[in-house]
């Protein structure tokens, strides 16, 4: 083989050694990173809690102008 070849070689044995090292320190029962929770194992899923979105038309019917008004300021940020 030719040196460029032998020198390719050597640093692909580096980095994969590199690689099982950090795995072995990444997945270490008494490793510090999972104890301090920078490295978890499980992430907490996501959720939204919304309150009441849809509003009926016989409710907007029996509103006052006024009344839709706010909605709508509410509903823009506004308020």
Do not use: Q
Request: aromatic share 4%; no cysteine; charged share 30%.
């Amino acid at each position: 083989m030719s040196e460029e070849n032998n020198e390719m070689l050597l640093l692909m044995k580096e980095l994969v050694e590199k690689v099982k090292n950090l795995e072995r320190a990444v997945y270490n029962d008494d490793n510090l990173l999972m104890k301090s929770g920078f490295v978890v194992t499980s992430t907490p899923t996501p959720s939204m809690s919304v309150g009441e979105t849809e509003i009926s038309d016989d409710k907007i019917a029996k509103m006052e102008w006024k009344e839709i008004n706010d909605m709508v300021s509410r509903i823009e940020g506004s308020v």
